[in-house]
C-alpha cells in the first residue's frame, strides 16, 4: 500500500526535472528500488498509469532496476547475498552483519523528447 | 535524451522530517516513532510507558490509524496531550501528517513525544517523521519468525520491545533463538522482554528509554 505514496513522490521528482529541461515529453522512467524495501513494481506501474494521465509523462514506460539485498561480515569483512531464511555469513558462519545494499529507492535517470 | 537523476524517491518526505527534527531539538523534545503490527501492543506500551515515566516526564503522544479516534481515547484518559491522526487508508504515517500533529501539540509543555504509527511491519520502516529513536514492538503470539519476513523493519530499529511474555507457557516461541536473529538482523538493537498485562520488564524498559532522552528535563509544570 505504500506504493502510492512512492510513486506520488516519485512522479513528482520526475515532473520537476522534464520542466526543467523544458521536455514535451517523458518516454521512459529508470527506477532503481532495493530488494528489502519491499515496493511491488505492478504496484508502481498501476498507480503511475492514473497518475500520468493527461500529463506529459502519459505513457512513458517504466524500468525497474531492482538492487539484491547485500549484507557485510562484521567478523571476516567480506560481502553476500542475503537470502530469505539465513542471514549467516557463509565464509566464516558469523552472525554480526550489516546490510549493504538493497535499501535503494530512487529515480536514475528519464528519458525525455 | 536521457537525464540523470538519482534522486531519493522519498526526498520529500525526508526534508519534512528534518524539519520536524528541528522543531523538535527547538524544544527539547525527544521523539520515539513506535511501530508494530497490528494487536502487537503498542497502545498498551505507550500506556504502560505513561504510567512508568509520568511523574518525572511531560509526555505527548501522537496516534496514527488508518481511522477511528479509540486509541486517542484511551490516552488522554491519562491525561496527555494527545493527537489523533488518521490517515483514511494509507498504511503509515508520513513526515508531513506528523508536522500537522505537531502544530496542534502544546510543544512547550511536553519532554517525551510517543508516536504510534500505523499497525504495520512493511511501509513505516520507509518513512522517516523526524523522530531520534525507532522502537518496534512485537509480540509473543505472532510467533518468532517475523525478523526473517520482515527483515527491513527489524534492521531499521534501535530497540525491540517483546510483549505479551506473559503468554509464554501457551504459545510456541523460542526466545532465545528470537533474540539472536535480532542480534544477527540488527546487532544494535537493545532488546526489552514486557508484559503489559503483569507489567513485568515495563520499569527496565521505560528507565532505558528514559536515559536515552540524555538531556536535563524541563521542569514538570504542575497544575495550580
Known amino acids: ?113 | 535524451m536521457e537525464i540523470k537523476i538519482l534522486k531519493n524517491i522519498l526526498g520529500a518526505n525526508d526534508r519534512i522530517a528534518a524539519k520536524n527534527r528541528e522543531l523538535l531539538d527547538a524544544h527539547k523534545i525527544f521523539a520515539v516513532n513506535i511501530m508494530a503490527s497490528p494487536g502487537a501492543g503498542k497502545t498498551s506500551v505507550v500506556l504502560q510507558t505513561i504510567r512508568a515515566l509520568q511523574d518525572g516526564v511531560r509526555i505527548g503522544v501522537i496516534e496514527g490509524d488508518i481511522s477511528s479516534s479509540i486509541d486517542a481515547e484511551l490516552v488522554a484518559k491519562q491525561d496527555v496531550p494527545v493527537v489523533q491522526i488518521n490517515t483514511g487508508g494509507e498504511c503509515h504515517l508520513e513526515a508531513v501528517q506528523v508536522q500537522d500533529a505537531l502544530n496542534n501539540l502544546p510543544l512547550a509543555e511536553i519532554d517525551l513525544l510517543l508516536i504510534e504509527n500505523v499497525g504495520n511491519l512493511v511501509c513505516p520502516a520507509e518513512f522517516t517523521l523526524g523522530e531520534h529513536l525507532k522502537v518496534l514492538i512485537a509480540s509473543v503470539p505472532e510467533g518468532d519468525d517475523k525478523p526473517f519476513k520482515y527483515p527491513l523493519m527489524f534492521n531499521t530499529v534501535d530497540a525491540l520491545v517483546l510483549n505479551k511474555i506473559d503468554l509464554l507457557p501457551y504459545v510456541k516461541f523460542n526466545v532465545d533463538g528470537f533474540t539472536k536473529t535480532v542480534k544477527n538482523i540488527n546487532a544494535k538493537a537493545e532488546i526489552f522482554k514486557v508484559s503489559c498485562t503483569t507489567g513485568e520488564g515495563i520499569t527496565t524498559w521505560a528507565k532505558w528509554l528514559n536515559s536515552r532522552m540524555g538531556k536535563p528535563l524541563k521542569k514538570r509544570i504542575t497544575s495550580t
Open chain 1, 1 to 113: 500500500m505504500h506504493e502510492l505514496a512512492i510513486t506520488q513522490s516519485m512522479f513528482e521528482i520526475v515532473l520537476q526535472q522534464a520542466e526543467q529541461a523544458h521536455a514535451k515529453k517523458v518516454t521512459k522512467i529508470n527506477l532503481v528500488i532495493g530488494a528489502m524495501t519491499g515496493v511491488v513494481s505492478d504496484s508502481v506501474q498501476f498507480y503511475l498509469d492514473f497518475m500520468t494521465k493527461d500529463t506529459i509523462a502519459e505513457n512513458a514506460s517504466v524500468s525497474f532496476k531492482t538492487v539484491p539485498a547485500q549484507a557485510r561480515c562484521r567478523n571476516c569483512n567480506q560481502t553476500f547475498n542475503l537470502e530469505e531464511f539465513n542471514w549467516t555469513c557463509p565464509h566464516c558462519q558469523g552472525n554480526i552483519i550489516d546490510v549493504i545494499a538493497g535499501k535503494e529507492l530512487f529515480v536514475e535517470s528519464i528519458e525525455v523528447e
